[in-house]
Structures are given as C-alpha cells and as structure tokens.
C-alpha cells in the first residue's frame, strides 16, 4: 500500500545563494526526508527542500516501510538531477 506522489520536476525547488562575488551563485541541493505518525494509521513520508518545498510524499503502515519509501524516493530525485546535468554537459560538446 505505497502511495507515492512526485511533486513537479526533480530539482525544480533548488534554491540559488549567493557565496560571495568571486564565487557567483550557485544551486543548493539539500532535501531531507521527514517522517510523521499519524494516529493509528501508519506514518506519512515527505521529501522537502530547504524552503519547505515538497517534492514527492506517501504514506506506508509502518516506521520501517516509510523510510524505505522515502530515502528511496530522495534517491530517485537526486539521480534525475545527475543524469539531467550530464545530459545538458554532453550536449554543449
């Protein structure tokens, strides 16, 4: 009983900080994986960036099967953010 729901495209809520001017602005790529109870009916999984933003969510019936599901659902995010970069670099060549 997995239910998975992408929100908007992978790397769509990076957020842009400046570094100082010698370094320019650069994109930040920090997500986190927030587990909450819900009572008596199992335990909701969001992955979020920064910003509060929220990039793909579920719900499972237990702790274990809610962090599977959303580490995993980090992972996926992170791997079309690196397959999305080295395609655009490939195609500048």
Excluded at 34 to 57: H, M, N, P, Y
Aim: proline letters at 3%.
């Amino acid at each position: 009983m997995s239910g998975v729901r992408p929100m908007g495209e992978a790397g769509a809520g990076w957020n842009v900080c400046r570094t100082g001017k010698e370094q320019g602005t650069k994109p930040v790529g920090m997500f986190e994986v927030i587990l909450t109870r819900r009572k008596r009916f199992g335990w909701r999984w969001q992955v979020c960036d920064q910003s509060g933003k929220i990039f793909a969510d579920g719900f499972e019936r237990t702790r274990p099967a809610a962090k599977y599901h959303g580490e995993r659902a980090l992972f996926f995010l992170l791997s079309q953010a690196h397959l999305r970069k080295r395609s655009e670099a490939s195609s500048e060549d």
